[in-house]
C-alpha cells in the first residue's frame, strides 16, 4: 500500500506565497515522477507542475516564473513553492506519484488526498 499525505495549504492573501509538501509513504522500491496537479470548482484538474526522478521539471503555463517544484528522493517527499498567488489559483492541490512497490513491478500512479489552497483578500 502507498500513501500520499499533502500539507501546506491554506488561506493567503493576493501577492503571497505558500510552501506545499507531500511524503509518499509505504510499499516503495522506487518512485518515478512525482507531480502537484489542482482542481478548482468546476473546472478539470490540470496539471501544475510534475518533476522526474532526476530533477527535470514541467510547469503549466499559468504558474510557470512563478511556482517552483522540487523534491527530496532521500525522504520520498515532493514540494511546490508557490509565490505571486493569486485569486486563480485558488482550488484544491493534488500530489502524485508513480510509484514501483516491488523491482521489475510496474509504476503506478497514486494520488494524494489533496489540500485547499485558497487566495482572498
Known amino acids: 500500500q502507498v500513501q500520499l499525505v499533502e500539507s501546506g495549504g491554506g488561506l493567503v492573501q493576493p501577492g503571497g506565497s505558500l510552501r506545499l509538501s507531500c511524503v509518499v509513504s509505504?510499499?516503495?522500491?522506487?518512485?518515478?515522477?512525482m507531480g502537484w496537479y489542482r482542481e478548482a470548482p468546476g473546472k478539470q484538474r490540470e496539471l501544475v507542475a510534475d518533476?522526474?526522478?532526476?530533477?527535470?521539471?514541467t510547469y503549466g503555463a499559468s504558474v510557470k516564473g512563478r511556482f517552483t517544484i522540487s523534491r527530496d528522493n532521500a525522504k520520498n517527499t515532493v514540494y511546490l513553492q508557490m509565490t505571486s498567488l493569486n485569486a486563480e489559483d485558488t482550488a484544491t492541490y493534488f500530489c502524485?506519484?508513480?510509484?514501483?512497490?516491488?523491482?521489475?513491478?510496474?509504476?503506478?500512479?497514486?494520488w494524494g488526498q489533496g489540500t485547499q489552497v485558497t487566495v482572498s483578500s
Open positions: 509505504g510499499s516503495i522500491f522506487r518512485i518515478y515522477a
Open positions: 518533476i522526474t526522478r532526476f530533477g527535470s521539471t
Open positions: 502524485n506519484a508513480n510509484v514501483e512497490i516491488r523491482f521489475g513491478g510496474p509504476a503506478n500512479s497514486h
